[in-house]
């Protein structure tokens, strides 16, 4: 493989997608449950697409995988303020500010969205923390720590070919030139 595959964060997107869910919910949600959600998301849109709505680095944790700058957005390690002006974390929730709207998403990104959130919305964090230990073979048990995933471990463990990985890391590292090349 030429590329190293990598996808860059999009905090806007992150944002939307995660006030989009706590929003769902009412306006106050588990932040452990929007971590499981969002990482889901990605997960699927790469298994889709071969590219994930919000992008970054993603990690095995004690309690499942996780986008690790989600993480750090929610524990206050990381400024965004797309972030800050529309969730909060208050102890263990996430709490929505203010709507955040959809005009970063494509309309099948937010119906992505909304079909995890069908799916996994409501059941319990744990379920789902069990769920994605049993089944996303991407997830590494890290012990006490965390570990990174690659991507191309998350589209090996969604059925991607090898020839599908090496196409799909040339047009991230094409975007993300791109990116670097007009300041992003």
Known sequence: MNEALHFVFDDKKATQVAARLVE?????????????????????????????????????????????????????ERESRSWSGHLQTKGYDLVLRKPAGTNELSRAEADLVDTVFVMLGNRSRWDIVKEMHDEFHEWKDPGSSSRPIPVEAILKAVGKKDAEIDAIAREAGNLNRLDAALGR
């Open 24 to 76: 769902k919910k009412g306006g106050r949600l588990e932040y452990l449950h929007v971590m499981k959600m969002l990482y889901a998301i990605d997960r699927l849109s790469l298994a889709k697409w071969g590219q994930p709505v919000i992008g970054g680095s993603y990690c095995s944790m004690r309690k499942g995988p996780v986008i690790s700058e989600v993480f750090d957005l929610i524990k206050g």
